[in-house]
């Protein structure tokens, strides 16, 4: 069993900023990429950004320039820092890891944790 844990939402002033934590824990061999997602109400869940074990990042659009992902191999935790945040940022957000358990690769999903950004 893996667990993935969420912290560090809250509710911000637009041009604010939060860093979001996601750590992992059980019987975890490995984990290839982790990211993190957003679904605000009434829209479909979107990729945010995503990290490969080596540090290669990738990021929506929307979140270029102001999204800053990072991870901790050692910790098995992925960080999302988020600054310049505007009220179309407010959603709930969800890491997702590719865990290499025994057997092969399954991906995990956070809890998700809330972000609103108050205009």
């Known amino acids: 069993q893996v667990n993935l844990v969420e912290s560090g939402g809250g509710l911000v002033q637009a041009g604010g900023s939060l860093r979001l934590s996601c750590a992992a824990s059980?019987?975890?061999?490995?984990?290839?990429?982790m990211g993190w997602y957003r679904q605000a109400p009434g829209k479909q869940r979107e990729l945010v950004t995503s990290?490969?074990?080596?540090?290669?990042?990738n990021y929506a659009d929307s979140v270029k320039g102001r999204f800053t992902i990072s991870r901790d191999n050692a910790k098995n935790t992925v960080y999302l820092q988020m600054n310049s945040l505007k009220p179309e940022d407010t959603a709930v957000y969800y890491c997702?890891?590719?865990?290499?358990?025994?057997?092969?690769?399954?991906?995990?999903w956070g809890q998700g944790t809330q972000v609103t950004v108050s205009s």
């Open positions: 990290i490969t074990r080596v540090g290669s990042t």
């Open positions: 059980g019987s975890i061999l490995g984990i290839n990429a």
């Open positions: 997702i890891a590719d865990v290499v358990v025994r057997g092969g690769t399954v991906n995990y």
